[in-house]
């Protein structure tokens, strides 16, 4: 017997409909449907909750091969939240190019290297134009973080579209202005975003 079939019969010896499990489990109502259609397994929490619930161990609610299966879903997830803690602290990490001395700033017959707030050597627009794109991509990595944890796979994706297209979009402008530095680490940190799109999609 399926998990599938396993879990509507404890619940139907139990007397409970799926709204009134989902209640016991913390989970929706479309989750305990998803379950018993067999279009999808429990995550190990859930899973234990309805090991207690139902005075049944784990071996008795899944088959050996049911087990591999949730145990790689499970690890697929886990890394999926890896690579987004990953994006999200990159994303973040972007404040640096405000703080640090990664600018050339004429200083007579030298340059030295000052961080965006001293740097004097460009347009107010341009400065503008740093500040707006390094501190929206490092609102949009706290937001990858909020969303790990709380959002939707819809969601998720959005933040990692977002977070790509932001990190094009700041290598180009800091190519076109002339600044070696941070377009090098821009583009390190895209190059890391990259691989961990690779690995993910294997």
Same mark, same amino acid.
């Given at each position: 017997? +399926?998990?599938? *079939? ?9 007397? &409970?409909?799926? *709204? ?5 489990? %913390? ?31 784990? +071996? +008795? ?6 087990? %591999? ?37 004429? +200083? ?20 503008? !134009? ?33 977070? !790509? ?5 700041? !290598? &180009? ?11 090098? &680490? ?5 190059? !890391? ?10």
């Amino acid at each position: 017997m +399926d998990f599938k *079939e396993k879990l509507q019969q404890l619940r139907k010896q139990k007397e &409970l409909t799926q *709204e009134q499990l989902a209640e016991q489990l %913390f989970v929706s109502r479309t989750a305990i449907s998803k379950w018993e259609s067999g279009k999808g397994y429990p995550n190990l929490d859930s899973l234990k909750t309805i090991s207690k619930l139902f005075s049944v161990s784990i +071996d +008795d609610l899944l088959s050996s091969e049911e087990l %591999f299966s949730l145990a790689e879903i499970e690890n697929r997830s886990n890394m999926r939240k890896v690579f987004g803690l990953i994006y999200g602290m990159l994303d973040i990490m972007t404040l640096i190019f405000i703080f640090f001395p990664f600018y050339g700033q004429p +200083d007579g017959e030298e340059i030295r290297s000052v961080s965006l707030f001293a740097y004097q050597d460009i347009s107010n627009i341009t400065r503008f !134009i740093y500040f707006s794109i390094l501190i929206s991509m490092a609102l949009l990595g706290a937001a990858e973080l909020v969303v790990q944890n709380i959002g939707t796979e819809r969601w998720m994706k959005f933040c990692k579209t977002g977070s !790509i297209v932001f990190q094009v979009a700041a !290598i &180009l402008i800091f190519t076109l202005t002339r600044q070696p530095y941070v377009t090098s &680490l821009l583009f390190m940190f895209f190059v !890391i975003k990259v691989v961990l799109l690779i690995n993910k999609s294997r």
